[in-house]
């Protein structure tokens, strides 16, 4: 395979790129991007810096280490997970919490900013948007990634403090799809550890494990050959290479160090078939994976890997194509169906191309064979002209969009190209090579380069096949033996190629009757308004954030709640249904190939209490961006097939959702809060067929017949000389009947007073499930936003160290809170709290959450935590000032809610002049309008 791989691709080269001199032995290695500095200390750990200004005056800092799951012998499955957690949990220069209670004095948030991750073979650990306004801070963050590479103290009480941590992630994680992949994964991967090695780990290992055993794992494992750091951001990048050799340079490695084995997938050379079920899987999943090798790291380092590469995608990117176009079929073969080559499984040693189908219950044939059939198609006829230029038209403008954004590039981009190529071997040309070399390529590799290069990614020699089934008594279940047939049926059939439909017709045939610019003003937030003749207003905002996008929201008073409730099914669905069909002349596959090489996506949605259309685009596509915005006002199309298809697969998720914990715990909140107000409806597979696509559209059409009190918002790079004309062209010609009218408040109020239910259900793996929610009147405005922001950091501080910490109880407690203001004048504060954990200690951890929040009235929490809450508050609010979705959200409330909610310079002022007392009494006034549901599901006892 790797060498039919090879010398397809080398054919290719040599075919095509004679001109640039590249032959055998002559082929040019891929170039480092100049503006990275990797180095090499002599013991072995590799860093690579960069200095980047977005966000301005931040940086991240991560360490990636070659070291995962698999490398765990029997006796250690688990402890490269929990060795992750301790690096938490005390460290040689931050005891205890130290690294956490620091790096929140800065603004960065554990959780958010502050995380890891463990996989199969690597865990990676983040700093993420450090400020970099002192530089004592890039010493303190380089000294706890010294600390995580070899200065964790694994003090043995916070061993056994973690076990309890872990375990109840493992039961939050522990749903149908990891138990399936438990049983599945051992026969998929014979004779391999990638079969046996799941991070999670055995709950056997972690709750008894002797804590000398995780520290031999991490002497063993965390060494700076195998360690790499990265730090990007606005950094002085000779500073930060001194730092890191000062800071790493005296890690030894240790003698006769154990070999890093990358453990090979073995070729089986038949069909292996898997087959696993389980109650609460909602649906059949159905991959039929094609293995072949993967490429080995130092083999990515010349030209060849990049047409590997861009043949791969282009392949996927068709067949995705085809694979979609057959869900719109009335009676579609699968729900949902898609592509892609790359790991096999979770290993890196194997790739796969892989192919996704999921299927109704009675339909696992049907979904299996149409797949197969159209991979069988792919291989016999290959891919048509007319969909190669479509493909390749995306794949080009995707990499014209980064080059474009080449300078205005957020640190965490090029974070994970460094993590990949440290760990992957993956090449980091930087966009301005990969520009030049793929714009060299694209041209030079013809259609049937790609066609010929189809048999190496699939072949029927190394074939997987596994169901993810749901466990049910209806199910007629597929045997081992049954999808052989199936799969050896396919093989015989007689196929006909692919008939690609196109057209040429232009989005509009004729532009629209223009309107005027009748009035120009200032703006709030340094905007410019313009009113239409039709009366829409314009509100532009240019920025330069962004070289390559323009974001678009558009609003006006009215919305579903104007519908009565005898109408609440059609309601219910308006938004999933207008879409179907497409616009103009254009079903939504048609659609989808004449917007081929345009970087624009428009959407029409009716909410309760306004009609909305969001939009972004590149500047090159506005006008395209507002001829689709012009159809979704003037011309929706209905699909009467798509419609039944949509009926068909909508049906059937419902019905597969029947019995599922997560959705009896769904429907008992939906009674919770909404007390069975006529239009919080649970939906159900009977309501289906009542939906009425005539009378939606009709619904629609009527929301969307005049403009005249819309208001359109549009922030980015956007020149208002140039749009002007455009925004008459297309906004101006929009229709306008001058109606008067406002939304409706039609009482879907939360339910008020005291409110409790704890219901039993059973779940394959035991669990309680526990959300608390709280609401009561609060007036809209920044004070009281912030205030309920600082309140939900200070519960989750707490809780971590309560519940988390302390308790060992919960993977972790969420707390949430917003305010709103519409329909007035219901000015509401809302506030939940969400954890899982062992359902024999729900009424324990249930009465520590309530016993916070009275303690917190009465006593607050400690100051410098309040002061950590500010950190971040401050440092996200710059961050935000320069991202345009912002500032549409913020031009939105302004004039929509007519609240200024940033304030300008009076935002930190606001933020630093709150007090623990102010939110004490926030939450008081909060708390004690006595309005708090507590819902509860739990597989244990109940009260």
């Not at 203001?821 to 899982?836: G, N, S, T, V």
Request: proline share 5%; glycine share 6%; net charge negative.
């Amino acid at each position: 395979m790797k060498s039919l791989m090879k010398k397809i691709v080398f054919s290719v080269l040599l075919m095509n790129f004679v001109m640039y001199g590249w032959a055998q032995g002559q082929m040019p290695q891929l170039p480092i991007d100049p503006n990275v500095r990797i180095g090499k200390l002599d013991n072995g750990l590799t860093y690579y810096i960069r200095h980047n200004e977005l966000p301005q005056h931040q940086a991240d800092y991560y360490i990636a280490q070659k070291v995962g799951s698999i490398l765990e012998e029997e006796t250690q499955r688990g402890l490269a997970h929990f060795l992750e957690h301790m690096c938490f949990n005390g460290t040689q220069h931050f005891p205890g919490k130290g690294i956490i209670n620091y790096l929140e004095t800065i603004g960065v948030k554990f959780g958010e900013n502050l995380n890891a991750y463990t996989s199969i073979d690597e865990t990676v650990y983040n700093i993420s948007n450090v400020p970099t306004t002192r530089e004592g801070i890039a010493d303190s963050c380089l000294l706890i990634l010294r600390d995580w590479a070899d200065g964790l103290t694994l003090d043995p009480k916070e061993i056994d403090s973690e076990r309890g941590v872990i375990h109840e992630e493992w039961r939050t994680r522990q749903g149908a799809m990891m138990r399936m992949y438990e049983t599945i994964l051992p026969e998929i991967y014979p004779d391999s550890k990638y079969g046996h090695r799941l991070p999670i780990g055995l709950m056997s290992v972690v709750d008894n494990f002797p804590h000398q055993a995780l520290r031999d794992y991490y002497e063993k494992w965390y060494r700076p050959d195998q360690q790499g750091i990265i730090v990007v951001g606005d950094i002085d990048v000779d500073l930060i290479e001194a730092k890191i050799k000062r800071t790493f340079a005296d890690i030894k490695m240790p003698e006769n160090p154990a070999e890093r084995v990358y453990f090979p997938v073995p070729n089986v050379n038949k069909t292996i078939v898997g087959l696993a079920k389980d109650k609460e899987q909602q649906m059949t999943q159905i991959l039929t994976m094609f293995k072949h090798e993967a490429i080995k790291p130092e083999e990515k380092r010349n030209i060849e890997y990049l047409v590997i590469d861009y043949m791969k995608e282009m392949i996927s990117t068709m067949l995705n194509d085809r694979l979609s176009e057959l869900t719109q079929r009335a009676n579609p073969p699968y729900l949902s169906s898609g592509s892609g080559d790359g790991n096999y499984m979770l290993s890196k040693t194997k790739d796969a191309f892989t192919v996704f189908a999921a299927s109704k219950d009675d339909g696992i044939d049907t979904a299996f064979v149409t797949v197969l059939r159209e991979v069988k198609r792919m291989e016999d006829f290959g891919f048509t002209a007319s969909e190669y230029v479509r493909a390749k038209a995306n794949f080009l403008r995707s990499l014209e969009k980064r080059y474009n954004e080449r300078n205005k590039t957020q640190n965490a981009n090029y974070v994970r190209e460094y993590v990949r190529n440290f760990l992957d071997g993956e090449p980091i040309p930087g966009v301005e090579n990969e520009y030049t070399l793929y714009n060299q390529i694209v041209p030079n590799i013809p259609l049937e380069a790609i066609n010929q290069f189809i048999p190496a990614l699939v072949n029927d020699s190394n074939m997987v096949v596994v169901l993810f089934m749901p466990e049910k008594e209806s199910m007629n279940y597929p045997t081992k033996d049954h999808i052989g047939d199936l799969i050896n049926e396919v093989k015989t059939e007689t196929l006909t190629a692919y008939q690609d439909k196109v057209s040429d017709e232009p989005l509009l045939k004729d532009k629209p009757l223009s309107g005027k610019i009748v009035k120009t003003e200032e703006g709030k937030f340094g905007s410019k308004i313009l009113t239409l003749s039709n009366g829409v207003r314009v509100i532009v905002k240019t920025t330069d954030f962004k070289a390559d996008e323009i974001s678009m929201k558009a609003f006006s008073p009215g919305g579903s709640n104007l519908y009565p409730d005898k109408d609440i099914i059609q309601v219910n669905q308006l938004n999933k249904v207008v879409g179907l069909g497409g616009l103009g002349n254009f079903s939504t596959i048609d659609l989808e190939k004449a917007l081929a090489g345009k970087d624009v996506d428009v959407n029409a949605n009716i909410g309760n209490l306004t009609e909305q259309v969001s939009g972004k685009c590149s500047p090159k596509d506005l006008e395209t961006m507002l001829q689709l915005t012009y159809l979704a006002f003037t011309a929706p199309r209905m699909d009467q097939e798509a419609f039944e298809s949509y009926k068909t697969r909508f049906k059937t998720q419902l019905q597969n959702m029947k019995g599922l914990p997560r959705k009896a715990f769904s429907d008992t909140l939906q009674v919770a809060l909404y007390n069975h107000h006529p239009r919080a409806i649970d939906f159900t597979p009977e309501m289906v067929d009542q939906i009425d696509y005539g009378k939606i559209m009709e619904m629609y059409k009527d929301r969307f017949k005049d403009a005249s009190d819309f208001t359109f918002i549009f922030v980015g790079n956007i020149d208002l000389d140039t749009a002007a004309p455009l925004i008459e062209t297309y906004l101006g010609g929009l229709p306008s009947i001058d109606r008067k009218e406002n939304y409706k408040d039609v009482d879907m109020d939360i339910r008020k007073g005291n409110y409790r239910n704890v219901f039993h259900k059973d779940q394959e793996t035991p669990k309680a499930t526990v959300l608390i929610i709280s609401t009561g009147k609060c007036p809209y405005n920044l004070e009281n936003s912030l205030k309920m922001s600082m309140l939900t950091q200070l519960l989750n501080q707490s809780y971590l160290e309560s519940v988390r910490e302390k308790e060992g109880a919960s993977y972790g407690v969420s707390v949430y809170g917003k305010i709103s203001k519409y329909p007035e004048p219901k000015e509401e504060a809302f506030m939940q709290i969400y954890f899982d954990t062992d359902p024999d200690k729900r009424t324990a951890m249930t009465d520590i959450v309530l016993k916070e929040l009275d303690h917190f009235v009465q006593n607050g929490a400690p100051e410098e935590n309040l002061v950590k809450a500010k950190e971040f508050l401050h440092k996200k609010h710059k961050e935000n000032l320069r991202l345009n979705n912002y500032w549409v959200n913020q031009l939105f409330e302004y004039y929509w809610y007519d609240t200024d909610m940033d304030m300008d310079a009076a935002y930190d002022n606001m933020v630093d002049a709150i007090t623990m007392k102010d939110v004490q009494d926030f939450a008081d006034t909060l708390f004690k309008q006595g309005n708090r549901i507590e819902v509860c599901m739990t597989s244990g006892n109940l009260d």
